[in-house]
């Protein structure tokens, strides 16, 4: 076993052959088996056809190796028709690559006794080494051998076919056959899955009225191979086999920021979202959930990054057009190409067709940045268990791909508080931003608040998402009594700050003018004091220079008139005591500084 | 195997509404395939008892003409087609049952042994 899988990949020695079927091929380790038989068995419409007839034209289309159609059940022309839904490109397979050949028994076929299958594989050998074909499909095998109605015929039929593909050293042989429900085969498959070295299971089953479609690997001589069951869904690619994601979770951590659509969001989100990361939007029907993640969207474009934006159950045309009332523009980045949107419908459709149509998506559009709005959508019909793990591949998946995913979440909790949502998403994502309406006061105002943000600082006030045609915005927070102020009253508030603001810088102006004029004032008498200190100053000098004069006139007078009169000593006694008394009068007349003055003056001479 | 044509036995009509025109037969076998072998001798039995002289048969190894056994539809051997007259018909198996065969190709049943 081990010494088949680690065969060197030479294209002879590879044990296995490649079917194309995207998933099937990694279920298996590598396709189907070479020059073996393979054996696909299930009920109707579980898809052994598709996978049959999709693995042979990826053999012609892919590898240019020819091969040959057996159809026992449906015509061949049938069979081709249901094909060309899908773009195969069936029709431009050349013939001499495709062989079909009907092998539908006519209902007008009258059976009378036994009849082999040697002519048929004498007009195959034929027909192949004609066409050169390595492939050969028997699509419906049990149909025929049921007209055996003997078990040991249809063995020995069985063995003839093993016996001619050893013979003929057929590249890759498939038989398909029906197994009903209950088990009950038609044909001994007991022996024929003994035969045969791999046998893949198909299976569709209704869960809560929507068919789900399951593929198994149910033996496969001589290798390894996933041994589960795994969901399958068709696309106009046909066959996608949901293989089982890695059971490490291997995702690069960046601590690259990127925007979550506009300024203040980020910055209640201590910078932005980190890119890869996945976040979620919850909130009841209203809540304005798709104009943010059409905001993520926008953003997103406007960095230039590839965007898909997944919607479910309403046009594309709509959310675009119903987004520009915000003031979002999506439909310049749909032009350019840089922004997909896929509008799906939930109806009757699983939530595994959904994670594959997804899938398909991401590979063809390969986007940077994704929105799936709203993710809930997909457990609208069919099981939610289901639902659940695959909200959960979906967001690991996005994230192996390092894609910055965005889903959106409708709860429908009557209970405002009831913030998890059905699909349980919440407990992956990396952030969790939760919209919600807050009635107060005969108003409905939309609240946002980031419950949770894995690795980053985050604000935890709830704030006021406003739309307007501006686009969505945070309001300025007010908080009164312990809550956040929202709608009117927060307009109220605003106002009331407003007028506040206004009186505040009237006062201020007021008292700053009275204040600016006390100083001048101030300034005025200081100026006029010292204008009358220089006066004083002036006087004083003026004074004191005419007082010494008299001084030394009055002496020099009293000489001359001794000398005049030194004979008359009484007359020269009453002119002297005439000369004080005359003198303090005039010292009277400077008042008391004056006269202090005059004090010093004395002194000094 | 050769295609045989026409062999015409005791005169004995076939009862009924009378054939004016041939039955035309085409048996497609496997050589030696022992379905095949059984087919040819059944088929040979049927002609000569209620047949004579008013058919035609050929038989064609399919492993020998495998274009013309697919261009005629043949999809398991032994393989018998009535070509005519209307309405055609076609009968798959080594015709061990007689009546089968005979309903099948518009041959009333013999009315004695």
């Keep these: 076993m081990a010494g088949l899988k680690k065969a060197p990949a030479q294209a002879q020695a590879s044990p296995k052959i490649a079917t194309g079927i995207q998933g099937f091929d990694e279920l298996s380790q590598g396709g189907l088996p070479r020059q073996r038989i393979s054996l696909l068995k299930g009920g109707p419409g579980s898809g052994k056809t598709v996978f049959a007839l999709q693995t042979l034209v990826n053999a012609v289309r892919d590898r240019q190796e020819a091969g040959v159609f057996v159809a026992f059940e449906e015509s061949a022309r049938q069979i081709v028709a249901n094909a060309i839904g899908f773009d195969w490109g069936l029709a431009a397979v050349p013939k001499h690559k495709l062989f079909f050949m009907d092998a539908q028994l006519s209902p007008e076929v009258v059976q009378s006794g036994e009849f082999d299958l040697s002519g048929m594989l004498a007009m195959l050998k034929a027909k192949m080494g004609e066409i050169g074909a390595r492939w050969i499909v028997f699509d419906g095998l049990d149909v025929l051998l049921t007209l055996l109605r003997d078990p040991a015929a249809e063995m020995r039929e069985i063995y003839r076919i093993r016996d001619w593909l050893a013979v003929n050293q057929v590249e890759a042989a498939i038989i398909t056959a029906k197994v009903d429900g209950a088990g009950a085969d038609f044909v001994n498959y007991g022996f024929m899955e003994f035969m045969v070295d791999c046998v893949v299971r198909f299976e569709r089953r209704l869960d809560c009225g929507v068919a789900l479609h399951r593929i198994q690997i149910t033996k496969y001589r001589g290798s390894d191979f996933a041994a589960g069951e795994y969901p399958v869904s068709f696309g106009s690619g046909g066959m996608i086999v949901d293989a089982p994601e890695r059971t490490e979770i291997q995702q690069v951590a960046s601590a690259e920021r990127v925007s979550a659509g506009f300024e203040r969001l980020d910055t209640m989100l201590g910078g932005g979202l980190f890119r890869g990361s996945s976040t979620l939007i919850t909130g009841v029907p209203g809540t304005s959930k798709t104009t943010l993640a059409g905001k993520f969207a926008e953003a997103a474009c406007q960095r230039g990054e590839r965007t898909l934006f997944v919607s479910f159950d309403e046009s594309a045309e709509r959310i675009a057009l119903n987004l520009t009332s915000v003031s979002i523009q999506l439909k310049p980045h749909l032009k350019s190409g840089l922004l997909k949107m896929y509008s799906g419908r939930t109806e009757s459709i699983s939530a595994e067709d959904h994670l594959l149509k997804l899938k398909a998506l991401i590979r063809e559009h390969r986007p940077q940045c994704l929105v799936i709005d709203p993710l809930s959508a997909i457990a609208k019909s069919g099981g939610l268990q289901a639902a659940r793990a695959v909200a959960n591949r979906f967001i690991y998946m996005a994230k192996d791909e390092k894609i910055t995913v965005l889903v959106t979440a409708i709860n429908d909790g009557a209970e405002p508080e009831g913030e998890a949502t059905d699909l349980q998403i919440s407990m992956i994502a990396d952030t969790w931003i939760h919209l919600s309406y807050l009635i107060r006061n005969g108003e409905r105002n939309r609240a946002l608040t980031i419950i949770k943000s894995r690795g980053t600082w985050h604000s935890n006030q709830v704030r006021e998402l406003i739309l307007s045609d501006a686009g969505p915005m945070l309001a300025d927070v007010y908080t009164a009594g312990g809550e956040v102020l929202m709608g009117t009253l927060r307009w109220e508030k605003e106002e009331e700050e407003k007028a506040k603001a206004v009186q505040r810088r009237s006062e201020f102006d007021l008292k700053h003018g009275a204040l600016e004029l006390a100083e001048a004032d101030t300034r005025a008498r200081i100026k006029d004091l010292e204008q009358g200190l220089q006066r004083q100053r002036l006087e004083l000098a003026t004074y004191s220079s005419g007082n010494e004069a008299r001084i030394v006139s009055s002496s020099d007078r009293e000489k001359e008139l001794r000398r005049i009169r030194s004979a008359d000593l009484t007359t020269l006694e009453t002119a002297d005591s005439l000369g004080p008394p005359a003198r303090s009068g005039a010292l009277n007349g400077a008042g008391k500084s004056g006269q202090k003055l005059k004090v010093e003056a004395r002194n000094d001479s | ?113």
Aim: some cysteine.
């Design chain 2, 1 to 113: 195997m050769t295609p045989e044509n026409g062999r015409s036995s005791k005169a004995r009509p076939p009862a009924g509404p009378p054939t004016t025109s041939m039955v035309v037969l085409c048996l497609y076998v496997v050589d030696q395939a022992p379905n095949s072998v059984q087919a040819v001798a059944n088929l040979e039995a049927i002609c000569q008892r209620h047949l004579k002289g008013k058919f035609k048969l050929e038989i064609i190894d399919v492993i020998e003409f495998p274009q013309h056994a697919l261009d005629n539809g043949v999809i398991v051997t032994p393989c018998l087609a009535k070509l005519s007259p209307s309405p055609t018909a076609r009968i798959i198996g080594n015709l061990s049952d007689t009546d089968k065969v005979m309903r099948a190709l518009g041959i009333p049943a013999a009315s004695g042994p």
